[in-house]
T-cell receptor
Framework: DAMVIQNPRYQVTQFGKPVTLSCSQT?????MYWYQQKSSQAPKLLFH???????NEADTPDNFQSRRPNTSFCFLDIRSPGLGDAAMYLC???????????????FGAGSRLTVL | GQNIDQPTEMTATEGAIVQINCTYQ??????LFWYQQHAGEAPTFLSY??LDGLEEKGRFSSFLSRSKGYSYLLLKELQMKDSASYLC??????????WGAGTKLIIKP
């Protein structure tokens, strides 16, 4: 089945120790997104790619970086995780970022980050 | 600023009907989405409304009034597995998705 796969599902790191989260998709969708979601809060968009075009949200800290080496893969790098970065990180894809009906997001299962 | 309002939590009984409301104030409108999110899991798509009226999909229906900036999600014949958070999200004029914080629905036997 076509899907969005995130690894790892659970990541424990120490304060300041870099972390990389990965996302792969078999949907051949143009757009890939990284969201941060804390308990009982709305998902917060960190970045999105339309094909290779990178879009950084204005309030995304410099501590967060992203790479999309090809259509299928996307990575989230947290260079120096702080306690406030503990959250669920959700990768999502959509067929197209423009036409509304094509904006239905398909999410991966998420990567839960714990910072000690 | 842009804003989506939903009740934080609702409780309903198995077999009953529940309506979850969502009001929004956004820069333009290109559609409204409802997603279901079980605890510790990713959101899954439920419904999409871009025109006024009711969209029915099995036990779930979603209603939209663009003039009132209002939507609701109606869940019928509630089952225990419907216990989840329900997130309302609006696509604004820049095709940016604005998310509500979600409504946690608790189903009691």
């Amino acid at each position: 089945d076509a899907m969005v796969i995130q690894n790892p599902r659970y990541q424990v790191t120490q304060f300041g120790k870099p972390v990389t989260l990965s996302c792969s998709q078999t949907l051949n969708h143009n757009v890939m997104y990284w969201y941060q979601q804390k308990s009982s809060q709305a998902p917060k968009l960190l970045f999105h790619y339309y094909d290779k075009d990178f879009n950084n949200e204005a309030d995304t800290p410099d501590n967060f970086q992203s790479r999309r080496p090809n259509t299928s893969f996307c990575f989230l790098d947290i260079r120096s995780p702080g306690l406030g970065d503990a959250a669920m990180y959700l990768c999502a894809t959509s067929r197209d970022g423009g036409a509304a009906g094509a904006n239905v997001l398909t999410f991966g299962a998420g990567s839960r980050l714990t910072v000690l | 600023g842009q804003n989506i309002d939903q009740p934080t939590e609702m409780t309903a009984t198995e077999g009953a009907i529940v309506q979850i409301n969502c009001t929004y104030q956004t820069s333009g409108f290109n559609g409204l989405f409802w997603y279901q999110q079980h605890a510790g899991e990713a959101p899954t798509f439920l419904s999409y409304n871009v025109l006024d009226g009711l969209e029915e999909k099995g036990r779930f229906s979603s209603f939209l009034s663009r003039s009132k900036g209002y939507s609701y999600l109606l869940l019928k014949e509630l089952q225990m597995k419907d216990s989840a958070s329900y997130l309302c999200a609006v696509l604004d004029s820049n095709y940016q998705l604005i998310w509500g914080a979600g409504t946690k629905l608790i189903i009691k036997p």
